[in-house]
């Protein structure tokens, strides 16, 4: 069974930090991209950060730029992503998201999954 779970999330007073992890199974994590995505309350889904399949290239959400770092460990399965400076807005449940796309056979093919969330508060 896919599953993607995601820990270190909690309340955290303005320019701290946090560390979240992904623990990655069920699926051949190599072949994955992987992402960090969040919601804030009452908000749309939000892309926060992308690392690709060999950790060779990141993308950040400009506001994270310089503030949160992700990387990934093929040998135990995990993304994690370092917050720093985490500001009252960073407030939002962050989850984890995989996605595989490509052409085999003449034919397109995506696969993608999604963690259930972890909840993360900056708040004096």
């Known amino acids: 069974e896919v599953q993607l779970v995601e820990s270190g999330g909690g309340l955290v007073q303005p320019g701290g930090s946090l560390r979240l992890s992904c623990a990655a199974s069920g699926f051949a994590f190599d072949d994955y991209a992987m992402s960090w995505v969040r919601q804030a309350p009452g908000k749309g889904l939000e892309w926060v950060s992308v690392?690709?399949?060999?950790?060779?290239?990141?993308y950040y959400a400009e506001s994270m730029k310089g503030r949160f770092t992700i990387s990934r460990d093929g040998l135990t399965e995990t993304v994690r992503m370092q917050m720093n400076d985490l500001k009252p807005e960073d407030t939002a449940v962050y989850f984890c998201?995989?996605?595989?796309?490509?052409?085999?056979?003449?034919?397109?093919?995506?696969?993608?999954?999604w963690g259930q969330g972890t909840q993360v508060t900056v708040s004096s």
């Open positions: 690392i690709s399949r060999n950790g060779g290239s990141t």
């Open positions: 998201y995989a996605r595989m796309e490509g052409v085999r056979v003449g034919k397109r093919f995506e696969y993608e999954y």
